[in-house]
């Protein structure tokens, strides 16, 4: 059966998993993405750009449909240049990834069986091997190359009419980094507050102090919460922007909360002894 092709920014290709079990619908999902790649004329194609988040890919080679479930690549070598297209990106545009040309494989047939694969000397093949692969772990061409590449190929695809909108592409700004922006400025008073009890001040003026801190403590905590929660939706909303990507984020929010963290202990042991 032919099924519907996932499109760009369709972003259920952004995930999918090993095949656990090889019963029957294995080699009907197998059928359907050959039926699929005869009918749009393909010579490659994987279960996730057609909505089934399995890690599974069919190649055609010569008159032959290779078949090939949870692939892995052992071995790779002998990299190059290959200029590529993607039915997932609908345009005629292709754009340069680097490859490998000598490749080993493992992966399993329809029925489970493993198999192993030397690829070398067809880097054509190796080159579709190798972007299939990237479907099967949450990726595109665009994955592989840098970012005014990958921007450039969005603005061209914007420019044809494949993209309605700029605003999928990549932004300049992110509003996410407003909470960035107020957490170190609070960090920054938490800080300099540590210093207070070194000068002549009264317990009172401490004490208001560390009520401060106290609230500046739980404030970026929060802060950092709606930051993560809005490079999540960014990760969503612009998928090929590598910088948008929650991975990327993570950093952020854990060295500012561990700062917190270290400055609302350091001030419980300052002012505590400092307002005894």
């Not at 599974?56 to 590529?84: C, H, S, T």
């Not at 957490?183 to 401490?206: H, I, Q, R, V, Y």
């Not at 990507?245 to 505590?272: C, D, H, M, T």
Request: aromatic share 14%.
């Amino acid at each position: 059966m032919v099924k519907e092709l996932v499109i760009y920014p369709d972003d259920r290709i952004m995930a999918c998993g090993d095949v656990r079990g090889f019963d029957e619908s294995v080699g009907k999902l197998f059928d359907d993405i050959i039926d699929t790649m005869k009918a749009h004329n393909l010579t490659a194609l994987s279960a996730i750009q057609v909505a089934h988040p399995f890690n599974m890919f069919v190649i055609k080679r010569g008159d032959k449909y290779l078949e090939f479930a949870n692939p892995r690549i052992l071995i790779k070598d002998k990299e190059f240049k290959a200029p590529e297209k993607s039915s997932y990106y609908p345009t005629d545009m292709s754009i340069v990834v680097p490859r490998y040309e000598k490749l080993k494989i493992v992966y399993e047939d329809r029925f489970g069986n493993t198999k192993y694969m030397d690829i070398d000397g067809d880097k054509e093949f190796a080159a579709i091997f190798q972007q299939m692969m990237d479907f099967s772990l949450g990726g595109t061409i665009l994955d592989r190359v840098g970012k005014k590449e990958r921007e450039a190929f969005l603005e061209a695809l914007e420019n044809d009419g494949v993209i309605p909108m700029a605003g999928e592409v990549c932004p300049t700004f992110s509003k996410k980094d407003y909470f960035v922006s107020f957490a170190d400025k609070l960090l920054f008073l938490m800080g300099l507050s540590l210093m207070t009890p070194l000068f002549n001040l009264s317990k009172e003026t401490l004490l208001s102090i560390y009520t401060f801190d106290k609230f500046v403590f739980p404030t970026v905590l929060l802060l950092m919460v709606g930051f993560f929660l809005y490079a999540f939706y960014e990760s969503k909303k612009y998928r090929q922007c590598s910088s948008c990507q929650v991975g990327n984020n993570i950093g952020v929010v854990v060295k500012r909360s561990i700062l917190a963290i270290a400055l609302a202990i350091a001030a419980y042991f300052i002012f505590e002894k400092a307002l005894q």
